[in-house]
């Protein structure tokens, strides 16, 4: 038998033939001993195989399947909904943010309202170098103070102090 | 306390799910997650491969949640997804097969052409009997037989269904159901030859 026709052989045990055409199929493979034959074998392998699937068992417990599930849901962050969160926890989610932009703009206001702060101290440390820098805006002044913190400097006189005016580039002390 | 949800019914459970109550969706979980992986197996034949996959199923399953609009049962519509990972995953193995092996398969081999020798090969067979040899003749298909032996049988899903979700033609699909059915019928004889010698 040509493979085509086996084809449609298999087409018509199927229902996937337009009703004449399944006609004919059909009075064609009673009458032929092959045809025949092969309509029975898929016939019966499709018949045996309708709702005999082996049923699965996950070796996993329920717990232990579902929190890599939970996990994967919440590292993939979801639909990102807080529907199932209580009122308090989702009105938290909102107040935190709410609030630290709340105290920054007070304190934005406080520095506008006292004026603008006259002085800044700024430290660094670096290896075997320290320096702390101290800038007055109302004396337009500016300090630094460096101290070598190696190894053996402890001993030596190793402070040093230079203390400039805001005029750029312009030492006034040097100790 | 967490009240209990084994009690509610799937709509329900689905429609929590929906409004995003995790605790709804885990009792889906339990009810169904034998069922899911069973269908990941059949596909895959890997315990492991099909355990992740139908894990991914129902992560997918609850991000695509908002989609889910009741026209088919919910276990359906989450066999599909796993059906659609598993498909994704056979793709891959393919493309790490040569492709004289997928030529060969795809021709058929020898069963194809060969008479019909026995026309009624589960004949006799006990349900569990029968069950278990199905399986164990469905292990010894291609990946693509197999799968579009399971699509058709136990998804019951026509021709055209099968070829978009396999991405091939309709004369590919039936061309590969002739050959696992064929192949089947094949294995189930010998299987049965095995167990009476």
Redesign the interface.
């Known amino acids: 038998m040509k493979?085509d026709l086996?084809?449609k052989v298999?087409?018509w045990l199927?229902g996937?033939l337009p009703e004449r055409e399944a006609r004919r199929m059909g009075e064609w493979v009673a009458r032929d001993a092959?045809a025949s034959?092969?309509a029975?074998?898929?016939g019966?392998?499709?018949q045996?195989?309708?709702r005999?699937?082996?049923?699965?068992?996950?070796?996993?417990g329920?717990e232990f399947?579902?929190s890599?599930?939970?996990r994967?849901?919440q590292r993939?962050a979801?639909?990102g909904?807080?529907?199932?969160l209580p009122w308090y926890a989702r009105l938290r989610q909102y107040m935190a943010p709410l609030a630290g932009a709340a105290a920054l703009a007070c304190v934005l206001l406080m520095a506008v309202w006292q004026g603008a702060p006259t002085f800044d101290e700024i430290s660094s440390t670096g290896e075997g170098m320290e320096a702390v820098t101290f800038h007055d805006q109302s004396a337009q002044m500016t300090v630094v103070w460096l101290q070598d913190s190696s190894a053996g400097a402890e001993d030596q006189s190793a402070k040093k102090t230079i203390r400039y005016e805001d005029e750029p580039g312009t030492v006034i002390d040097l100790e | 306390m967490e009240p209990d949800k084994s009690a509610l019914a799937e709509a329900d459970l689905v429609r929590k799910s929906q409004k995003g109550d995790m605790a709804s969706f885990e009792e889906l979980v339990a009810r169904y997650r034998d069922k899911i992986y069973a269908r990941a197996y059949s596909m895959m034949r890997n315990e492991e491969e099909a355990l992740d996959l139908s894990q991914d199923a129902w992560v997918k399953g609850w991000q695509r949640l908002a989609q889910f609009q009741g026209d088919s049962s919910f276990i359906t519509w989450m066999t599909r997804i796993v059906i659609n990972l598993c498909l994704d995953q056979l793709r891959k193995h393919k493309r790490q097969r040569s492709e004289s092996i997928e030529a060969m398969e795809e021709e058929g081999g020898v069963e194809r052409q060969m008479p019909v020798v026995n026309p009624n090969p589960t004949a006799g067979l006990e349900r569990v009997e029968l069950r278990e040899r199905i399986d164990r003749a469905l292990a010894q298909l291609s990946l693509q037989h197999r799968t579009v032996l399971v699509l058709h049988e136990f998804e019951e899903l026509e021709y055209k269904e099968i070829a978009k979700r396999m991405k091939c033609s309709i004369g590919t699909v039936m061309s590969r159901l002739f050959y696992a059915r064929r192949r089947m019928a094949t294995l189930l004889a010998s299987l049965r030859r095995e167990n009476s010698e």
Do not use: S, V
């Open positions: 493979h086996e084809l298999q087409a199927d996937e092959e034959a092969l029975a074998e898929l019966c392998i499709r045996a195989m309708f005999n699937e082996t049923a699965g068992a996950l070796g996993e329920r399947y579902w890599k599930i939970e994967q849901i993939e979801g639909p909904r807080t529907d199932d």
